[in-house]
């Protein structure tokens, strides 16, 4: 007896459906997240900045500036990555980026006295605590919607609306922050949060990375 080839293509097109599915969230949950997470992250790091270096303008505008600086330099990061590399190359660099973002978070010290120069500017020193205790994170974290969104593209489906979950996780943060997290949790178990959440993260990636469907061949048109 000879079996049909439709009972052969069924499963075959069920686990293609699977897969999609599970690569379609793990999408939403990178992106999701990271959003999440870079607005927590901005608010976590001024909260520990202030016991050093107080809160004056002098401190919160190179905070600012900092996180600003950082969102360009992740978008630039994205555009290139996202251009020039294939998304299983680029997808091992972001990779590879989120377990340094990991360490960085895990190794930073507790107590940020003992990187205060009172011979350096405090704008400039605001900035230098920055890049060692939050630079790496948030670089990662500000490459993630630009760059996801660009290999969901690659797919052949619409991004568009991943703009959307990103939006609404950062502002999930923005309110989850001052009204449930700083009240509640302390700044250890902050840091200890943050560390765990960019490995589910990082975590988040592998499906997407390692599941991948081609990308959609352009249409050929034929003469008529």
Excluded: K
Excluded at 88 to 115: C, E, M, N
Aim: proline letters at 7%; glycine letters at 8%; a positive charge.
């Amino acid at each position: 007896m000879h079996s049909s080839p439709a009972l052969h293509a069924a499963p075959a097109a069920s686990i293609e459906r699977l897969r999609d599915s599970v690569q379609r969230w793990a999408f939403v949950a990178a992106i999701g997240l990271s959003a999440f997470l870079l607005f927590s992250l901005e608010l976590l790091a001024g909260r520990r900045v202030l016991p050093v270096f107080g809160g004056a303008p002098a401190v919160w505008a190179p905070v600012l500036c900092f996180f600003t600086g950082v969102l360009f330099v992740g978008y630039l990061y994205a555009h290139v990555v996202g251009a020039r590399l294939s998304l299983r190359a680029g997808g091992l660099i972001q990779l590879a980026v989120a377990a340094a973002a990991v360490g960085v978070a895990v190794l930073t010290p507790a107590h940020l006295g003992s990187l205060r120069v009172s011979e350096m500017p405090a704008a400039l020193n605001v900035l230098l605590v920055l890049g060692v205790v939050a630079g790496g994170p948030a670089l990662l974290l500000a490459t993630t919607t630009p760059l996801l969104s660009s290999w969901y593209a690659a797919r052949g489906d619409d991004p568009w609306w991943l703009f959307a979950v990103s939006n609404g996780a950062s502002f999930l943060a923005l309110l989850a922050y001052p009204l449930l997290i700083e009240p509640s949790i302390g700044l250890s178990a902050q840091r200890g949060l943050l560390a765990a959440g960019l490995a589910v993260y990082a975590a988040s990636l592998i499906p997407i990375i390692f599941g991948a469907r081609p990308a959609a061949a352009p249409a050929v048109q034929t003469p008529s």
